[in-house]
């Protein structure tokens, strides 16, 4: 078969892949983005809290949140079509085990410079368990929408071919290029190769050079979502800093999406690609080296609904409610040297030194934070 | 199969001897009762291989539930540990278990349960010879000056509603006693007792000192005994002051064969010393006051929690 010649080549056409795609097209490379699902946008992207970060999530790391809420502004101005914006995000401050109270995340949002009006916390919470409640400004994206525009936006571009159904096979060196071969058994050459793969991102790198990787602590996890009563309908309840929960918007879909620190990860793997026991039983539909999507997957955990539903219910008041509707499931890769202060700063690796191509891998857990690729891409 | 959701909380301090009877007796009993539960091990900073033994003993796959361990950040005792616990619990019911050591039926879990549905919120479970002399004195002035009409004993374990706990919540943040706290939340309580299996009894080494300042402090809390007692010594004194008074008055008026100044001197020592007993009473009703606003904040350090199972 022959050889496909690209610019750029992209590996995962989640928002991180069709990104750079356009931001490279637009600069008049030729690009080519290979996707393993039949369409986009159907992992990471989509399986999420869906929350267009604003820096309200890291009370113990300024500099993630301060760099959040520049990012925050660009985003929401740049993909206003899938933003919801029209609901009041609380995020109020647990009584008992939150590393935060109530005090010291009102300082850290004055010196992050975001908002948080303080309101009475007894509005949403049971009597005693939230010591401060605050009105914020955080919004939530709406996946599928965005994947719309963003495809659209591809589509005007004749310099960028997506290919679904692509995985890639193997990649190796030839001369000054990478040549990828994929499940199809084409092959594709390029001197600027881009790993946008989030949890398989160690499984592409080791394609290339098994001495290098991520250190990543991988969570196998499930978002709920849940119709809410219509008192709940234009609210989002954040419950932090510890194991708590969060109950909010899932985009402009009319869901609320519910997801817990403790409950949200069923299983947790530190082997360098996710080493879980479900992946034995998948079999060939998620064989080493190439993870499967675990929202598809017939071995998925049991739902822990009983468990999330009732720590918000411990919290939520009984007038607020909400049921459960269906369970999304995703593999999400977590830095592990941002534990301790809970940032999640997007980490970009170059793995090529001088003089040869370019081989680039990117990991970020927020989708806001997609502008530091920027520099990188040139 | 009850369609509820329980959580099981237990107390660990050096217990790597009974922590693995315990899983093995409770959990499965637990497991075929409830359709779900989840089981938090507080363990109090031991130093000897409890946290092994309790990985070890869950380890084997068969346990459904959600098991997890608070690890608190240095040794703090039964009250702030048990606080922890129960405050990281999602249950609709939380069982206590205060000691990790099985001297009971397993089914007497299952009978408390029963017992709590019939219309009870608080159902404690108590070996029917347990507790030292010492302690059954304590409970015994406890309960006749506690200002709750509820009577407290040493208890095995209990289980508790979901009311009961958001109850005890609105009372106050802090809880130095629950036991106490919950005899006096006003909601309806039952005891169970058993005859205790295989001659173990329930020890609580380390704990004298700890259970003391305990003893003493629900003393002053829960109950008016000691401010009693100081109304009374202080009142006794007054009226002694004002005895004297009159005495040394009455004597200089009948007889006046008092040294020269022996009335005036006395007159003004009574007169003082009435001053100081008169501001003693009233610093006691401050002080008895005042024990309500410092007892506000809930003071346990938790170092982490670690989930160690799960439902798969």
């Known amino acids: 078969m022959q050889r496909q010649k690209y610019d750029r080549l992209i590996i995962g056409a989640g928002i991180y892949g069709l990104y750079s795609a356009i931001y490279c097209a637009k600069k008049g490379y030729s690009v080519c983005v290979l996707e393993k699902e039949p369409e986009a946008f159907t992992r990471a992207t989509f399986v999420n809290q869906a929350r267009v970060h604003m820096g309200y999530h890291y009370p113990r790391s300024l500099a993630t949140a301060m760099k959040s809420a520049g990012y925050f502004r660009r985003f929401c101005e740049d993909y206003e079509y899938c933003i919801k914006k029209d609901f009041n995000q609380i995020y109020a401050t647990s009584t008992n085990f939150s590393w935060t109270d109530a005090k010291q995340f009102k300082s850290f949002c004055e010196a992050a410079g975001i908002r948080c009006e303080e309101i009475s916390a007894s509005r949403f919470f049971k009597e005693g368990m939230c010591d401060g409640a605050f009105l914020t400004e955080e919004y939530t994206y709406d996946a599928k929408l965005l994947r719309d525009g963003m495809l659209l936006e591809t589509g005007k571009y004749g310099n960028i071919v997506l290919k679904y159904n692509s995985a890639v096979t193997a990649i190796h060196r030839e001369n000054d290029s990478y040549i990828v071969t994929d499940s199809s058994g084409c092959e594709y050459e390029t001197v600027f190769l881009l790993n946008a793969t989030y949890a398989s991102v160690n499984e592409i790198i080791s394609k290339v050079n098994p001495e290098e990787c991520f250190g990543i602590k991988y969570e196998l996890c499930e978002i709920i979502l849940c119709d809410v009563s219509d008192e709940l309908k234009a609210t989002g309840l954040t419950v932090m800093d510890g194991p708590f929960f969060s109950l909010m918007p899932f985009g402009l879909t009319g869901d609320h999406s519910l997801t817990s620190v403790t409950f949200t990860p069923h299983d ?79 980490a970009i690796k170059v793995h090529s030194g001088d003089g040869e191509p370019n081989f680039i891998s990117v990991l970020s857990g927020k989708i806001n934070t997609v502008y530091d690729l920027d520099e990188y891409l040139g | 199969m009850e369609k509820k959701f329980v959580s099981v909380v237990v107390y660990l301090y050096n217990d790597e001897k009974n922590i693995e009877e315990f899983i093995s007796t409770v959990l499965p009993e637990v497991q075929n009762s409830f359709e779900h539960y989840e089981a938090i091990f507080v363990d109090d900073k031991s130093d000897d291989k409890t946290i092994e033994r309790l990985k070890e003993g869950v380890s084997n796959g068969r346990y459904t539930g959600m098991i997890s361990i608070v690890k608190m950040e240095n040794y703090q005792g039964l009250e702030a540990s048990m606080n922890a616990g129960r405050d990281i619990a999602i249950g609709d019911f939380v069982y206590e278990f205060d000691t990790c050591i099985v001297n009971y039926d397993a089914g007497m879990i299952t009978e408390s349960f029963e017992l709590l549905s019939k219309g009870n919120d608080i159902v404690t479970v108590s070996d029917s010879k347990g507790g030292r002399l010492s302690s059954r004195m304590f409970y015994g002035i406890f309960n006749t000056y506690s200002k709750s009409h509820g009577n407290i004993c040493t208890e095995t374990f209990r289980i508790v509603s979901r009311r009961a706990i958001n109850r005890i919540k609105s009372m106050g943040d802090y809880i130095p006693y629950r036991k106490a706290v919950y005899a006096a939340c006003g909601l309806n309580t039952k005891r169970l007792y058993y005859t205790a299996t295989g001659g173990k009894k329930i020890k609580k080494e380390k704990q004298t000192y700890e259970r003391m300042t305990l003893a003493m402090d629900s003393f002053i809390y829960f109950t008016n005994f000691l401010e009693r007692v100081s109304t009374i010594l202080s009142l006794f004194f007054l009226v002694s002051t004002v005895g004297l008074l009159i005495y040394a008055l009455v004597d200089y008026i009948k007889n006046k064969s008092a040294i020269e100044g022996w009335t005036s001197l006395i007159c003004f020592i009574s007169f003082g010393f009435f001053g100081i007993f008169l501001l003693l009473t009233i610093l006691l009703k401050y002080m008895s006051t005042m024990i309500n606003l410092i007892f506000k904040k809930q003071n346990y350090l938790v170092s982490s929690i670690e989930k160690v199972g799960h439902e798969k």
């Not at chain 1, 593999?331 to 202060?341: G, H, N, R």
């Open chain 1, 268 to 346: 947790v793997s530190y082997d360098r690609e996710p080493g879980f026991d479900c992946r034995n039983k998948a079999g060939e539909y998620c064989r080493k080296g190439e993870l499967g999507n675990c929202d598809f997957c017939s071995f998925k955990p049991v739902s822990a609904w009983e468990y999330m539903s009732r720590l918000a219910r411990k919290y939520i008041k009984d007038e607020y409610g909400f049921t459960y509707k269906k369970s999304l499931f995703s593999m999400k890769p977590i830095l592990k040297s941002s534990e301790v202060d809970d940032s999640r700063p997007t």
